[in-house]
């Protein structure tokens, strides 16, 4: 017979009491296991091995599964800055269990949590709920872009979403490039302002956006500007301002923090162009 602990790894690190006392561990035993610090008892009923990961035992100690925000940070998809709290997922009536260094976030949401955590897809409706539009939208993108959404998944997660929000999911593209990028097209998409993306433009390059063939956006979140890529960027603005273009670069500060200044040189270069022609 396997051990207690080989048996909790193979269904997934986490398991219930029950289940292990139908597989012939009786209380006796996993208390003494337990005791010997071979098993972990993280909540009443549920047992865990040292191998999961911390999020997920916090949140199964919290007494629900690890959601939202939490479960999309674990799969490197992008999201907005928030404080590190764990969101846990609690079904409704279920009472929280303080535990040590408690500060999770509680979602009292709809459905059966599971053990352990949620799939991205439910993290996703989750992050929604708790975030509004644009925090799911740069995250939806995100998740497409690092292929972790089925054509299935994609549509399970629009008819989950409140009727008024499920043109984010049609307007979502697989090929963003960053969060940044995301949460530019969709301010500007709010604002009427239609943008092409990764446009290559002969003598200049890739360059991230294009507005109506006169205005070049660049979102310079990701890349480190050393010497030769702000050389290389200089090269690119005159060779762009050569060909009538007007460059307008925004890094992750402005985009997240000051929006407002972004917004305002985005529609007075536009201004500016429609004026000149
Ligand atoms: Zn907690
Ligand atoms: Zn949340």
Redesign the pocket.
């Known amino acids: 017979m396997l051990s207690a602990h080989d048996t909790i790894q193979r269904l997934g690190g986490l398991a219930r009491g029950a289940h292990l006392q139908r597989l012939g561990f009786d209380r006796r035993a996993l208390s003494r296991m337990v005791a010997a610090g071979q098993i972990e008892r993280l909540r009443p009923g549920v047992f865990g091995v040292s191998q999961v990961a911390e999020d997920v035992r916090g949140a199964t100690r919290h007494g629900g599964a690890l959601?939202?925000?939490?479960v999309l940070r674990q799969h490197g998809i992008w999201t907005l800055p928030?404080e590190d709290a764990l969101?846990v997922w609690l079904a409704p009536g279920r009472h929280l269990l303080r535990h040590e260094n408690c500060t999770c976030?509680t979602?009292y949401y709809r459905g059966t949590p599971p053990l352990g955590s949620v799939s991205v897809a439910v993290a996703l409706v989750?992050?929604h709920?708790?975030?509004g539009d644009e925090a799911f939208f740069a995250a939806f993108e995100s998740a497409w872009r690092l292929g972790l959404l089925s054509r299935a998944a994609r549509s399970q997660i629009r008819a989950a979403l409140p009727q008024n929000s499920r043109w984010l999911v049609d307007l979502a593209r697989a090929d963003a490039d960053s969060g940044l990028e995301s949460l530019l097209r969709l301010r500007l998409h709010i604002l009427g302002i239609l943008l092409e993306c990764q446009v290559s433009i002969r003598g200049v390059g890739r360059v991230d956006f294009a507005i109506g063939g006169r205005v070049i956006l660049e979102a310079d979140g990701r890349r480190n500007h050393d010497g030769s890529l702000r050389h290389k960027d200089l090269v690119r603005d005159a060779a762009a301002s050569a060909l009538g273009y007007e460059t307008l670069r925004f890094d992750y500060a402005q985009i997240i923090h000051d929006w407002s200044t972004v917004q305002s040189a985005v529609v007075a270069a536009l201004q500016r162009s429609s004026e000149r022609r």
Not at 67 to 70: A, M, N
């Open positions: 959601t939202c925000v939490s928030t969101h976030v979602h989750h992050l709920r708790c975030s």
